[in-house]
């Protein structure tokens, strides 16, 4: 029999790509649970099974709180071989849970919540920065998304061992719906051309936030020729503000919001465009070290890329030439906006010569390498001799 491993996430799992891809890799090897919150999107995967707590329209400060105890509860009647717990949210509860019912503890870090030099963090962020800062030494395993957020974990928190990287890599696409049928689905086919050029079309995928820079991006079509159409995917709390702003600044014709998508369909309907956007702010570590999916999910899709300077986002774009990076932190967004249209123009002349060199960055980058770093680590474990031995302890 298989040893089982319950997952905490506090999230709805259809939208937790980092989740489903854990899930899915021990998912063969072992019994895996996923604990997460309900949606309205009803979620199946044969590889994982789900638990799914119902969040009450109620107690909306107390729902991480409820969602911790009705975890804990619930790993006490598993009895699982390893908890896996996911976010800084199920940090702490996951340890409790580890340590009544005698499983191994794995932490995920999804996000750095170490405050920067001078930083002052919020009340409640700095209530989950102490609860990690406790648990990372007790785990039995750390993990990271990427190398800059390890090294920053390890030495502010004196790891002795530095945290597994396992990067925020999604696995290809299986299958693409044709051009044509993701066009008609969303509205966005070409309009009657009156130039001898087509369509340009730019996407942007997430979290809808103007605290990102996106505003910068927006402005941008200001100054771009009719033929650069812009896409949002997403959705988020300054959507509504967003769509003011498209209709204020009279870029109706240029910017077109889709909405939020799940992820199948997000994989489908990338290859339409033709560079994708990635924008963040420069506030916080979390932010400067960045680990987003959207690079990987673009390359994939065959997208060129443009995107804010952070140095993870810089270092890939400028050594595997794969679009170009703009520094917006210092400038006001008129001048910013205007720099970043030119640099999509400059992208858009010579796509090819960026699109002739995704191979290499998708080969190189992939999510086989992050799936067996996983697999391996949780082999170390020696988990059918652990689930003898904490029946012994219990028998």
Not at 71 to 95: K, N
Not at 96 to 111: C, F, N, Q
Not at 304 to 330: C, F, M, R, S, W
Request: hydrophobic share 40%.
């Amino acid at each position: 029999m298989s040893a089982k491993v319950l997952m905490p996430v506090f999230n709805e799992i259809d939208y937790d790509g980092r989740v489903q891809r854990a899930a899915e890799a021990l998912g063969q090897s072992f019994d895996v649970t996923v604990c997460s919150i309900q949606s309205s999107h009803p979620y199946q995967n044969s590889l994982f099974r789900t638990k799914l707590w119902n969040r009450p329209s109620g107690l909306r400060k107390l729902h991480v709180v409820l969602f911790s105890l009705w975890f804990i509860l619930t790993s006490i009647r598993s009895r699982p071989g390893v908890i896996y717990a996911h976010d800084y949210f199920m940090a702490f509860p996951g340890w409790i849970a580890a340590r009544l019912t005698g499983s191994l503890y794995v932490y995920d870090a999804h996000e750095l919540i170490i405050p920067d030099q001078g930083e002052e963090l919020g009340k409640r962020q700095r209530f989950f920065f102490y609860l990690e800062k406790w648990v990372v030494h007790r785990a039995d395993k750390v993990i990271a998304a990427n190398e800059e957020r390890a090294r920053i974990m390890k030495e502010f928190y004196k790891l002795t061992t530095s945290p597994l990287v396992v990067r925020n890599i999604p696995p290809a696409a299986k299958q693409i719906i044709k051009q044509t049928a993701v066009e008609e689905d969303f509205a966005f086919k070409e309009r009657e051309p009156d130039h001898n050029e087509p369509d340009f079309k730019l996407v942007y995928q997430g979290d809808m936030s103007l605290e990102r820079g996106l505003l910068k991006f927006l402005l941008a079509f200001k100054h771009l020729p009719s033929r650069y159409k812009l896409f949002l995917i997403g959705g988020g709390t300054d959507l509504p503000r967003i769509k003011e702003l498209v209709l204020a600044e009279g870029l109706q014709e240029s910017v077109h919001i889709l909405g939020k998508v799940t992820r199948d369909k997000l994989q489908s309907m990338l290859p339409s465009f033709d560079l994708g956007i990635i924008s963040y702010p420069y506030k916080g570590l979390n932010n400067i070290y960045c680990a987003p999916n959207k690079l990987y999910e673009y390359t994939q899709a065959g997208l060129a890329v443009i995107a804010t300077d952070q140095p993870p986002l810089k270092h890939y774009i400028e050594y595997y030439n794969l679009g170009a990076v703009v520094a917006v932190d210092a400038d006001q967004p008129a001048a910013v906006s205007v720099k970043i249209a030119r640099a999509i123009e400059q992208i858009a002349e010579n796509l090819s010569v960026y699109q002739s060199n995704l191979g290499r960055f998708v080969e190189e980058h992939n999510w086989e390498n992050e799936r067996e770093k996983l697999i391996g680590e949780f082999n170390k474990f020696n988990l059918g001799r652990t689930n003898l031995e904490k029946k012994q302890r219990t028998g």
